[in-house]
């Protein structure tokens, strides 16, 4: 009796889950076309009895262009065919013994992997799952054999400028580009999580330091609107596009949402998701890996952010910006807090060169693991883009270079080495999308594990990647591709790796890309833009946190608010021989109208000028206890713990200038600026902070000191762990990766 009841309410979910399926078959799809061009037809009676008994007895299950799917799928040529994705499948039949008959859960598994194959199938933009799988062949065969992309093309350097920051050169270019920043769009490529870090949301809400706590989001868009209201005209907004991944999209949006933006408007801010990726493949016939836990489901990888120029044509971005007049747009990374220190420079070299595409790139030495932008030329046909190192020496050798990858007389190798960070002139741009539909040719990159080439170490997939645009171009667009070069330590300094990790690649002497690095390398790059335009800024000591040796100081954040780029530390410092600032000093300044004059620093000093208000800080001397960095290797809060380290405020001396022409601070004042300080054009009159003695704070006992470079603690357990392998091998500047 009991197992009849069982057998009844099997037949009853079984029921159940078909008439659900019954309604999504007539609720959705029921044109013939999918989105990606293919067409629908349904399977003829001899197409059903050649399927999987388990499939077949299941299609009743499915809509009709899931149904052409999958007979697609299972017909394949010869070895190609993805039966296996079905042989398992129970049959769905009354008829069979009931212990045989489909529970709901089965058929809801059934049904969600065919939706998830069509979902695929109608977002792969080349001829559908299907085209997929026929691209991943040939590329897995031409894998096979060894051929090389590269064969028949001849390598020589490609144009493009290299600077030294705070040369006349450098200024000269920085200015030009400062006449095109007010037309700029931003697309900011944000898929990641943090948890190979050791943080357990979206990387663009990690702190770039610690000092004001400001997330790589929060100061991107400051950055935009400091550029917004100094250089684009009246009203107009510079519109930031971001794109997530359907693990990240969420936590984007609610971030966005809970900080009201940061100061952007909403409409200001376009997000793009990618898709599902695409299916991990298991050999060279292009077989779909089945999910090692659960046989109704396949394993997916991430297709490459190359499919952001496909994002942005089919959502009508970059069109849409073009309309609104914007003649530039600028890709960028998550977590480089040092992205925007090029961005004039390059806007500067692309108006003056004529270029459709501007790669940022840092000086690389020969050899160094690092990919490189070249020219290639074959016939008439030529591209610059950028070529791994490990192609790049070889090709050399087999060409124009027997001795392969040398430095010049620089030091460097002519060959600039790829940050992934890209500048696009907007009108040829959307007019290339129009043609191509933004997609990006594919690569594949399988782990072989025997020398015959025909059994992988894991799954393997397609990948394109957004910095091979310049292999769509045609004609004439092909020789307005070129580089802007500058030092790494201005421009490139990722946050992507583990501390455990970083350790590692450190102990190489690679950069180890990790939250500590990443923090200290922002200031250095700021201390390096001061003495380059003549302040006196001396460098910290050396310092290990977790393993990871860093710069101790000084910290300077100096807000997009403040000063953005170089040109303006200039005009932010009038008189720079009489600013000085001592290693382990510790510098926040905020705010358009305010200028330092003459500032004398040991210690920590907080400068904050309101919206509406102006200052002069001149003859200011400050030395107090400041601010140490305190060794917390193994705190509970996940910032802290990654870095190794939180900050003590022992003294802070805190100046703020008010709209309404007050002060805050135990200062003495003079509201009449000397000669030497240049006119603020802002609702007040400057306020000037004439020598005043140091504020008394409240005293704190003496805390433990950073530990030297001599001294390295063994970093927490949870950081010892080294993370999962990361997809991809482009090795970019000082070996970091990009993601």
Known sequence: MGKKKSNQRKKKQTSQAKKASQARRNNNNTNKKATNGTTTTPPTPEQLASLPAGLSTSMSLFTPSQQTLAVQLCNLP???????????????????DDDDVDDETTTLKKTALMSKLELIHQSYPDGGLVGYLTNAIGLLEKSRRGENPLEGWVPSVPKGEAFVVGTEKFLRSEELGLREVGRCGFILVAGGLGERLGYGDIKIGLPTELATGTTYIQFYIETILAFQS?????????????????????????????NNYFGMDKDQITIVQQGLGVPALYDNDAHIALDTEDPYDIQMKPHGHGDIHALLHSNGVAKAWQAQGMKWTVFFQDTNGLAFHTLALSLGVSSKMGLIMNSI??????????GAITKLTK???QKTMNVEYNQLDPLLRATVSPEGDVNDESGFSPYPGNINQLVFNLDSYVSILERTKGVMPEFVNPKYA?????????????????????????????EKVGFTSLASELCFSPVKNAT???????????????????????????????????????EGSKVTFNGIEVTSGPDCVLKPSFAACATEFKKKFPNPAAVKISGRSSLVLSGQGLTIESLDLDGAVVIECEDGASGV???????????VKEPKPSSDVEVIRMRGYDIRRLETEKIVFKKDGRIEGNYSMDTTPKKSAPAVPKETAPVVVEKAAPVEVEKTVAVEEPVVSSSVPAPPADLTKSAPEEEGDDQFCNGCTIM
């Open 500 to 538: 455990a990790d970083g350790v590692a690649l450190q102990s190489k002497g690679t950069h180890p890309g990790v939250a500590a690095s990443g923090e200290a390398d922002q200031s250095s790059a700021v201390a390096r833009i001061l003495r380059s335009i003549g302040c006196e800024v001396e």
């Open 617 to 627: 800080i001149r003859n200011l001397t400050v030395k107090n206890k400041g601010w």
């Open 230 to 258: 100094r250089y684009a005209e009246p009203g107009k907004k510079l519109p930031l596009c971001i794109m997530t991944s359907g693990d990240t999209n969420a936590k984007t949006v609610a971030l966005l949402s809970a």
């Open 361 to 370: 790139t840092c000086p690389r030495k020969a050899k160094q693991a690092i």
């Open 379 to 381: 016939g008439d046909q």
């Open 450 to 478: 025997d020398a015959e080439k025909s059994i992988f170490k894991k799954p393997t997939r397609l990948e394109c990647m957004m910095q091979d645009f310049p292999t769509v171009l045609q004609g004439e667009e092909t």
């Open 78 to 96: 010869g070895t190609t065919h993805q039966r296996h994705l079905f042989d398992h499948w129970s049959i769905t039949t009354d008829e069979r």
